[in-house]
């Protein structure tokens, strides 16, 4: 359950249509984790908001507004993020373990050492995301627009080395700036 002096915050800061006042306590209370555990945010409009390290897993922000938002280390793990803007949003780090990002905006979204093992992103445009050292599963990209128009194929990503062995399955670790390495598996 959400901590209520938290969402009273949040909520505040929702209705003056800034996150000014929101992003202003972060700024003064850097050691507190924001506790957002299960929030139901439906098309709530949080662009430029500093949700880092934030728990807000097993929330709903489907169709919200999360445009540049800094999610840093965020838990966003079992999370609804369906059809949500998160175009130029910073993921870094973050846990989205099971999250459901199925038609997610993230255009030029930074995901950098992300872990969306288990995540479904279903027809997700990642054009110009970072996705350096991210974590997730081979199929979880299948379908998805990631520099063409037809996406990268399973064979495709295979042939690259873009695999990493992880815990007895397949993953993939995308990084950047070096050769791509062979996971054991031959084509």
Same mark, same amino acid.
């Given at each position: 359950?959400?901590?209520?002096?938290?969402?009273?915050?949040?909520?505040?800061?929702?209705?003056?249509?800034?996150?000014?006042?929101?992003?202003?306590?972060?700024?003064?209370?850097?050691?507190?984790?924001?506790?957002?555990?299960?929030?139901?945010?439906?098309?709530?409009?949080?662009?430029? @908001?500093? !949700? +880092?390290? =934030? *728990?807000? %897993?097993?929330?709903?922000?489907?169709? &919200?507004? #999360?445009?540049?938002?800094? $999610? /840093?280390?965020?838990?966003?793990?079992?999370?609804?993020?369906?059809? @949500?803007? !998160? +175009?130029? =949003? *910073?993921? %870094?780090?973050?846990?989205?373990?099971? &999250?459901? #990002?199925?038609?997610?905006? $993230? /255009?030029?979204?930074?995901?950098?050492?992300?872990?969306?093992?288990? @995540?479904?992103?279903?027809?997700?445009?990642?054009?110009?995301?970072?996705?350096?050292?991210?974590? #997730?599963?081979?199929?979880?990209?299948?379908?998805?627009?990631?520099?063409?128009?037809?996406?990268?194929?399973?064979?495709?990503?295979?042939?690259?080395?873009?695999?990493?062995?992880?815990?007895?399955?397949?993953?993939?670790?995308?990084?950047?700036?070096?050769?791509?390495?062979?996971?054991?598996?031959?084509?």
């Amino acid at each position: 359950m959400a901590n209520k002096e938290h969402m009273q915050t949040l909520i505040s800061a929702l209705a003056s249509q800034s996150m000014a006042s929101w992003n202003q306590l972060r700024l003064e209370t850097p050691s507190i984790r924001p506790d957002l555990l299960g929030v139901e945010l439906v098309e709530a409009n949080l662009s430029f @908001a500093n !949700l +880092s390290y =934030a *728990d807000i %897993s097993h929330a709903n922000l489907s169709r &919200a507004n #999360l445009h540049h938002a800094n $999610l /840093r280390h965020a838990d966003l793990r079992s999370t609804n993020l369906q059809q @949500a803007d !998160l +175009s130029e =949003a *910073d993921l %870094s780090g973050s846990i989205l373990n099971g &999250a459901d #990002l199925s038609g997610a905006i $993230l /255009r030029n979204a930074k995901l950098r050492k992300a872990n969306l093992t288990g @995540a479904r992103i279903n027809n997700v445009n990642l054009r110009g995301v970072d996705l350096a050292g991210v974590l #997730l599963d081979p199929e979880a990209i299948e379908g998805n627009k990631v520099g063409s128009s037809r996406g990268v194929s399973y064979i495709e990503k295979l042939a690259l080395g873009l695999f990493a062995r992880g815990k007895g399955k397949d993953r993939l670790r995308v990084n950047k700036g070096t050769k791509p390495h062979r996971a054991g598996r031959h084509v």
